[in-house]
């Protein structure tokens, strides 16, 4: 670097005068930049999977790893299978799938991921590979053990144990690299659009984005040696997009006819198997250790850094006292949610960089391993626009193919746009609107049309209890 000569450029530079770049120019600059840096994010599936199953507790989506990769393919597709008389819909496996999957109270599995990336199959002729054994509890908590990402039979990453027990609220902290410190985390975001969701790993909204299908084709299989269910579908009509010469993904998902336990999902682009979730040894509902989400400790001595998130819990009572704070909170909510958590953030940027704001309420709902996050916050951006997606992570351009605009009609928003995106790509299905400056955004295990009516029953708390259909 030539400090003298880059000070007098940067001397130079300061004579030029702002161009007047016409209406509309910053806020295009800020959804081009989101999707440059979006699309930086994702070089291939061997970096996914690095992101995904990297060892950061914050990222709740990722204790349900398997379970949304499970979710993903009980509701996307099935395997190739024989043909024969069917008693049951592709709907109705997929509505099977998602309630054992939404009434369970602990599931256990080991799961084996394979995934295609372009430079590991370039240099290699191979796939890149993951095992794991997961537990996790409907209260959130949860227990993974990752091996190391392996590719023909050279070691790219280390393993890593993962840890969190929400009735603490403390996560296990993890070694990073880079920092050459364990990493402690406090304080983190409920979910999207806070956090992110990683694609194939959120169970029920998958299946729900799957079920949004009108051409879900149903076959009979064995796996394993066991009956089962195949359910199939690409990604445009996963959005009910018109037939056209686009070659969309191909989702797979096989369904053990007995249980309903999801056993595998696939991921086929142009012929070629991009993703591959094996689940076996599923255990549901049994009795877990006492102690077995109880985080591990740092080595003595060793160098940590403490984290804030921001996201600090409180209750809906201490939430209206807070500086800047105007709680909304829904009157509706889909049957057998209940609230389980109240986070706020005085100053927030969502998961994707697209939304800066302040006087951040964040509220969970839960039933079973489904959540859904609700959040109201005043945009602290004038370069934010409607138009730009707050919770989808990667492909603005797939948010914008296959939303939905619905006008709310009642509650605190009402006179507002709703967008709505269930066949999310990168996140759980969603809804989001502006009124005044403020940003709803309502994600996670519901239907359009129950995203929708929870954005109707908006209004200010104390009001209410929320009432379910």
Not at 185 to 191: F, I, R, V, Y
Request: glycine share 8%; charged share 25%; with cysteine.
């Amino acid at each position: 670097m030539d400090e003298t000569r880059d000070t007098e450029l940067g001397r130079q530079l300061e004579t030029f005068g702002e161009p007047d770049h016409g209406p509309g120019y910053w806020p295009d600059v800020r959804l081009r930049m989101a999707e440059a840096a979006a699309e930086a994010r994702r070089p291939g599936f061997g970096h996914r999977l690095r992101v995904a199953f990297a060892p950061r507790w914050t990222r709740l989506a990722l204790a349900a790893a398997a379970l949304a990769a499970v979710a993903t393919a009980v509701v996307l597709v099935g395997l190739p299978g024989t043909q024969g008389p069917q008693t049951v819909s592709a709907a109705e496996v997929l509505n099977r799938a998602l309630t054992v999957y939404s009434s369970g109270r602990t599931w256990e599995a080991d799961v084996r991921v394979k995934l295609f990336d372009a430079a590991t199959w370039e240099k290699w002729h191979a796939y890149v590979t993951r095992r794991a054994h997961i537990v996790r509890s409907a209260d959130g908590s949860y227990r993974e053990t990752w091996s190391p990402v392996m590719a023909a039979g050279r070691r790219l990453d280390d393993g890593f144990t993962e840890v969190y027990d929400a009735t603490t609220g403390k996560g296990g902290p993890y070694y990073d690299d880079e920092a050459r410190a364990w990493i402690v985390e406090t304080n983190p975001a409920l979910g999207p659009p806070d956090s992110g969701t990683v694609p194939l790993v959120d169970i029920g909204t998958t299946i729900r984005a799957l079920a949004s299908s009108d051409t879900l084709r149903l076959d009979e299989t064995v796996f394993d040696g066991r009956p089962a269910w195949t359910v199939t579908c690409t990604k445009g009509e996963m959005a009910g997009l018109p037939p056209s010469d686009v070659d969309w993904p191909v989702y797979t998902v096989t369904i053990d006819k007995k249980t309903a336990q999801l056993l595998r999902v696939q991921e086929v682009q142009a012929g070629t198997l991009t993703f591959s979730c094996r689940y076996s040894n599923v255990r549901v509902n049994e009795q877990l250790p006492d102690d077995l989400f109880t985080a591990p400790l740092v080595p003595p001595g060793a160098a940590v850094r403490r984290i804030d998130l921001g996201f600090h819990p409180v209750t809906l009572d201490e939430a209206v006292a807070a500086p800047g704070i105007t709680p909304l909170v829904p009157a509706f909510v889909p049957y057998g949610y209940r609230l389980t958590r109240v986070a706020i953030a005085q100053r927030a940027v969502t998961d994707n960089h697209t939304v800066r704001a302040r006087h951040v309420l964040a509220l969970k709902y839960s039933r079973g391993f489904d959540d859904i996050v609700v959040s109201t916050r005043t945009i602290d951006d004038r370069n934010y626009v409607i138009d730009i997606d707050p919770c989808e992570g990667f492909d603005q351009a797939w948010s914008k193919l296959a939303r939905t605009e619905v006008r709310i009609s009642s509650g605190a928003f009402a006179g507002a746009t709703a967008r709505i995106l269930v066949a999310s790509t990168t996140s759980s299905p969603h809804l989001w609107a502006v009124k005044d400056g403020v940003l709803l955004t309502v994600a996670g295990g519901a239907t359009a049309d129950e995203l929708l009516d929870v954005a109707e029953s908006m209004s200010a708390y104390p009001g209410p209890s929320p009432a379910t259909e």
